[in-house]
C-alpha cells in the first residue's frame, strides 16, 4: 500500500466511521439518553474533523482526495454498539501506529497520524470504561445513569 492510498482509506474510514456515530447518536437522543448521544456525537463530530485533515493534507500533497464513506453498520442495541466501536478501535490502532514507518520522511503527516492515534486510544479507553461500568451495574442500571440532561 502506498502512503497515498493509506491517507485515502483513512480519510473514507473517518468520513465513514463519523456517519455511524451520528446515526448512532440521533438513535440515542430519540430514547433519551442524551449523555451517551452526545458523547457519541462529538466523536462524530471529532472523525468528521479528522477526516477532512487527511482530505487538505492529501491536496498538500498535490492529491485528489475521493468522496467515498467506508460503509459501516448502523446499530441499535447499545452495548453492541460500544463493543463494536471496542473492536474496530482495537483493530485501527496497530494499523495506525504500523503506518508510521510509512512516513518517516515526512513529519508533517506523521504528526497529524501520531495526533489521530492519541484520539483513539483516549476513545478505546472510554468505550473499555463503559463496557466494564455495563458489567457492573448492568444494561438497564447503565441506561438509566446516560438518560437526561
Not at 12 to 40: C, E, T, V, Y
Not at 135 to 147: D, F, K, R, S
Amino acid at each position: 500500500m502506498t502512503k497515498i492510498e493509506f491517507l485515502k482509506g483513512l480519510a473514507q474510514g473517518w468520513f465513514g466511521n463519523s456517519q455511524q456515530h451520528s446515526i448512532h447518536a440521533q438513535l440515542l437522543k430519540a430514547r433519551g439518553m442524551n449523555k451517551l448521544a452526545d458523547k457519541i456525537m462529538a466523536e462524530s463530530d471529532e472523525e468528521w474533523e479528522e477526516a477532512k485533515k487527511v482530505n487538505a493534507r492529501l491536496i498538500e500533497l498535490g492529491e485528489t482526495p475521493a468522496v467515498v464513506l467506508q460503509e459501516y453498520p448502523v446499530i441499535t442495541d447499545i452495548k453492541e454498539m460500544l463493543e463494536y466501536d471496542c473492536k474496530d478501535a482495537t483493530e485501527a490502532l496497530p494499523m495506525m501506529s504500523k503506518s508510521l514507518a510509512m512516513f518517516d520522511d515526512d513529519y508533517v503527516t506523521r504528526h497529524m497520524i501520531e495526533e489521530f492515534i492519541l484520539d483513539e486510544q483516549d476513545h478505546l479507553n472510554w468505550v473499555k470504561g463503559h463496557l466494564c461500568l455495563i458489567e457492573q451495574i448492568g444494561i438497564e442500571n447503565y441506561i438509566i445513569e446516560m438518560l437526561g440532561e
